[in-house]
């Protein structure tokens, strides 16, 4: 059987700054106007959970449950 | 030659035979590599962030695979993707980046205090990418979210067990708050699992559904035969001793029956003899109605019969074939005695395809 591999990208927590800062948004981080694309809370250094690339932009996701709910139905919609 | 030089050859071979022996074993299993790697990188964790993020990714890694291989043993092909977990240079990205344009999910870990919190997020979004993913998109959400809280579940179970309490008080209880349906299919998926069909049955049933469509895109009417097909599987979960159940599924798609090799009393004759001319003539008829796979189920003395069965279809090997067969320890839950409230079984499941309905 084919054995393919999956790559799962992980961002540690402490390079979080300097990755905010390499795509232009450690400033609109660091005053609260980035937000869960689901829940439209400010995104902190407490409640994110994960950062989707799609095409030329960062979507944020954080940690609450029910984001991460409507997180994985738009994945089953983008299927 | 000297007694030393032959005591100093004989060391050397048995040191160099071991070595290859290690070798050999690590070759064909590097998951394992990875899990030893993951535990040397643990110890030396603190000394620096290089080291601390090596022991996440490998810990991670490892598991995940270490269980990939587990079920793939149970039916082959339910997770077909090998998972490598690397952390990202966060220098690497920048708005010129040619990276921006591909589509990825970054998942942000914690520090090496916090590694159940990482194994059970990064489990999550592993599953829902390789969990039977040519036919995850035609199976109803809602189910789908189930049997992915429930995988999740097992491999926590499985490889990490630790973890498992982190895993049901801080996501699948919130999940499964206020929402009745993903109740109720998590405790069918509970009983599936520890009967050992969650895999061998259901999964590969909403597989080999999905492979019928796949690569064309998901449309809502392909969500239903799958649903209806859970609601048969609850008939089997929540069947009780002796209870007889309808063993037949035939949708458009799903054209299945499970034969349960019954109580030792209907298989046995009074002289100890194997009697399974009631299966062989279900079978047939199966065959008869457009029925292109079973499964027979067996526990503890009636495997027998079950392994009885397969040698008869063996010898109709135009007519059926095998394509799995398993046998695994399930626990069972006895509510009426306290000696064997969970006591461990051996039981079977053997699939055949049957050629004429294909």
């Not at chain 2, 520890?194 to 492979?211: A, M, W």
């Not at chain 2, 047939?284 to 027979?296: A, H, R």
Request: charged share 30%.
């Amino acid at each position: 059987m084919e054995s393919r591999i999956k790559t799962l990208d992980l961002l540690h927590y402490s390079d979080l700054e300097q990755f905010l800062k390499n795509i232009k948004k450690y400033n609109d981080f660091k005053e609260g106007k980035i937000l869960c694309k689901f829940c439209n809370e400010p995104i902190t250094l407490d409640n994110i959970c994960a950062i989707l690339l799609r095409k030329d932009d960062f979507i944020f996701l954080c940690n609450k449950e029910s984001c991460y709910t409507n997180y994985l139905q738009i994945q089953s919609e983008n299927w | 030659m000297s007694e030393e030089l032959l005591t100093i050859i004989g060391l050397v071979t048995s040191w160099s035979l071991t070595f290859a022996i290690i070798s050999i074993y690590f070759l064909f299993h590097p998951e394992k590599v990875e899990k030893w790697f993951a535990i040397i990188a643990k110890l030396f964790s603190f000394t620096s962030k290089k080291v601390e993020k090596i022991h996440i990714s490998k810990d991670i890694q490892s598991k995940l695979n270490i269980y990939r291989k587990e079920v793939n043993k149970e039916c082959e092909g339910l997770v077909p993707s090998k998972t490598k977990v690397k952390f990202l240079n966060p220098m690497s990205f920048g708005e010129d980046r040619v990276e921006h344009h591909e589509d990825k999910v970054i998942i942000i870990m914690k520090n090496r205090k916090n590694q159940d919190e990482n194994f059970v997020k990064a489990s999550l979004f592993c599953v829902e990418n390789t969990l039977i993913p040519n036919a995850r998109r035609y199976v109803d959400p809602q189910l789908m979210k189930s049997v992915d809280l429930q995988f999740v579940k097992n491999l926590i179970a499985k490889v990490d067990k630790a973890k498992l309490n982190y895993y049901i008080d801080n996501h699948l209880s919130i999940q499964l708050e206020n929402n009745n349906e993903l109740v109720e299919n998590i405790n069918i998926l509970d009983l599936l699992s520890e009967r050992g069909v969650f895999t061998r049955i259901l999964l590969k049933v909403l597989r080999d559904y999905g492979l019928q469509f796949f690569p064309r895109p998901s449309i809502p009417g392909h969500y239903e035969e799958p649903r209806i097909f859970f609601e048969k599987i609850k008939e089997f979960a929540n069947k009780k001793p002796g209870e007889d159940i309808n063993p037949t599924f035939k949708g458009k798609h799903i054209k299945i029956s499970i034969i349960m090799i019954g109580r030792s009393a209907k298989v046995f004759t009074e002289a100890g003899d194997v009697n399974v001319s009631p299966y062989m003539t279900w079978i047939f008829s199966c065959e008869d109605k457009g029925i292109n796979s079973i499964f027979l189920l067996a526990r503890d003395r009636t495997i027998i019969a079950a392994q009885h069965i397969a040698g008869l279809l063996d010898l109709m090997p135009e007519r059926f074939e095998m394509v799995a067969n398993s046998v695994y320890s399930v626990k069972i839950k006895n509510k009426y005695s306290l000696k064997d409230r969970d006591k461990k079984s051996k039981a079977i499941c053997i699939n055949y395809i049957i050629k004429e309905n294909l």
